[in-house]
């Protein structure tokens, strides 16, 4: 695959440029790197906003691995909403791959499993109300019914409130989405209950913040009237305000161990194991137990939001710059957009466009079949902010 003549890992999800996908990229790298392996991210976007045209062409990525040609194979299967993208990744790699494949934190027959132990590091924060605060009157808002995680971590909630003898009432459970649509949702659930609850504990931060943001909007204080947590340790869980207790899941360090995976198995690709993980409490003041005027909390919090508000950004015009690059139709089209998009992305001077011509002569974007030929289209930014642009073709 490539001309280095190493081994290449491929490693497949959608939007890549997510935090946990960004973590587990960059530990994925770190070890490739040191044991002598290439790396190649296949990430499409998926079918974000319900734009069916844009997805339709966005699943042609999955055509392009050569998968017969990978010494491993990484699956994070759970970052993608789509049951096609899902079907097709698995199928091709059933059908074509012949190495040890790694699943990330989704249970799959026939491969290596990274999965986090949701049993122990649920039970830690449940511990942590009810020990350490003295609370007994605790919600919990799980994912969708449908997902093994949620319903694992429900089991546990409800496990350990048997075990501490407190009753668990129609309205202390909430099935959730594991994303920011249903604060308000929960909110009016849980306040059904005859108690109100002391703490909402979340099965993920988004959850979690989304829940902190309805409380404080319903004149709530977090955490002297109501207590929050939530789990995996994303970085919005610091910059929030207040920051949000929950439990820290290594991403960076299931991309390590993805890797020695597939480089302890290359002789037995076929010989699969299932490896957990812990997640770690992280105490925050969600829970009443970080000051909020603390120097390098303070620290913290403006730098994620500036790396955040650049990353955001730089998504978002990537995104968009990509969809309108599928409808130019020469060259000239094509610098023209990156310069109107590129005006808008921070931290970059110079940029590289490569153009394979015969993916180019068999990919119909919207009936729109583009002809170019194979080359490299090198940009410079000036002083001025406009782009110089040339075009190397290729041989």
Same mark, same amino acid.
């Given at each position: ?188 659930? $849980?306040?059904?209950?005859?108690? &109100?609850? @002391?703490?909402?504990? *979340? ?6 913040? +989304?829940? %902190? ?63 957990? $993980?812990?997640?770690?409490?992280? &105490?925050? @003041?969600?829970?009443? *137990? ?6 390098? +909390?303070? %620290? ?96």
């Amino acid at each position: 695959m490539f001309a280095n003549k190493r081994k290449t890992i491929g490693i497949f999800l959608e939007r890549a440029g997510s935090e946990f996908q960004n973590y587990l990229c960059q530990g994925v790298l770190t070890k490739a790197e040191e044991l002598g392996y290439n790396v190649a991210v296949f990430s499409s976007y998926g079918n974000y906003g319900q734009n069916d045209r844009y997805f339709v062409g966005d699943q042609y990525l999955w055509d392009l691995p050569p998968y017969e040609e990978l010494s491993g194979v990484i699956l994070a299967l759970d970052t993608m909403d789509e049951k096609e993208s899902r079907q097709k990744v698995m199928d091709c790699i059933r059908e074509r791959c012949h190495c040890p494949v790694v699943s990330i934190r989704e249970l799959l027959v026939g491969a290596n499993n990274l999965l986090v132990d949701n049993s122990t590091c649920m039970e830690g924060l449940i511990d942590h109300f009810v020990k350490d605060h003295g609370m007994k009157h605790l919600c919990f808002m799980t994912g969708p019914k449908d997902h093994w995680d949620a319903k694992e971590r429900m089991e546990c909630f409800l496990r350990k409130m048997k075990e501490y003898g407190l009753p668990v009432g129609e309205y202390q459970c909430f099935w959730g989405d594991f994303w920011k649509n249903k604060g308000k949702e929960a909110c009016d659930w $849980f306040f059904q209950g005859e108690e &109100k609850p @002391e703490a909402i504990i *979340c099965a993920n931060d988004y959850m979690a913040m +989304a829940v %902190a943001s309805e409380l404080i909007r319903r004149g709530y204080r977090i955490p002297e009237d109501i207590c929050v947590s939530g789990y995996d340790g994303m970085r919005g869980t610091l910059s929030f305000t207040p920051s949000i207790t929950t439990a820290i899941v290594p991403f960076f360090d299931m991309g390590v161990t993805a890797v020695e995976l597939i480089d302890k198995k290359q002789e037995n690709p076929l010989e699969v194991e299932d490896v957990f $993980f812990e997640a770690v409490l992280q &105490k925050r @003041e969600s829970c009443g *137990c970080m000051s909020s005027g603390g120097q390098e +909390a303070m %620290a913290l919090r403006q730098h994620l939001y500036e790396v955040d508000n650049v990353s955001q950004n730089r998504e978002m015009q990537f995104h968009f710059m990509s969809i309108h690059l599928s409808e130019c139709h020469t060259i000239e089209e094509v610098a023209q957009k990156i310069t109107y998009y590129a005006y808008n992305i921070e931290g970059f001077r110079d940029y590289c466009i490569c153009l394979n011509e015969q993916l180019m002569e068999r990919t119909d974007f919207g009936g729109l079949l583009i002809r170019w030929r194979c080359g490299l289209l090198f940009g410079t930014v000036s002083p001025s902010n406009r782009f110089v642009y040339a075009l190397t073709a290729g041989s």
